[in-house]
């Protein structure tokens, strides 16, 4: 199950990795808890589980770059 310190690593990867690819567009457009939101979905959903923060990394990082839905601003 996705945890707050998970979604606080994607954000935390995002705003390190701003000026590379479109992370900006995470670092900019969400925060902790609609990362949480948007894992915890994805996990109800059955698409993917979550067990460290290289897989929710990972996640956003897909959908960044065009293989899941688009990022929301």
């Known amino acids: 199950m996705?945890?707050?310190a998970m979604a606080?690593?994607?954000l935390n990867h995002a705003q390190d990795?701003?000026?590379?690819g479109s992370w900006y567009v995470i670092a900019e457009c969400?925060?902790?808890l609609a990362?949480?939101?948007?894992l915890d979905q994805v996990e109800e959903r059955g698409e993917a589980r979550f067990e460290f923060d290289a897989a929710?990394?990972?996640y956003f990082s897909?959908?960044?770059h065009g293989?899941?839905?688009r990022p929301r601003c």
């Open 56 to 58: 929710a990394i990972a």
């Open 35 to 38: 990362i949480l939101e948007e």
């Open 67 to 69: 293989r899941k839905t």
């Open 30 to 32: 969400w925060d902790t």
């Open 2 to 4: 996705a945890k707050m």
């Open 8 to 10: 606080q690593a994607v």
């Open 17 to 20: 990795f701003y000026d590379t």
């Open 62 to 64: 897909e959908m960044i």
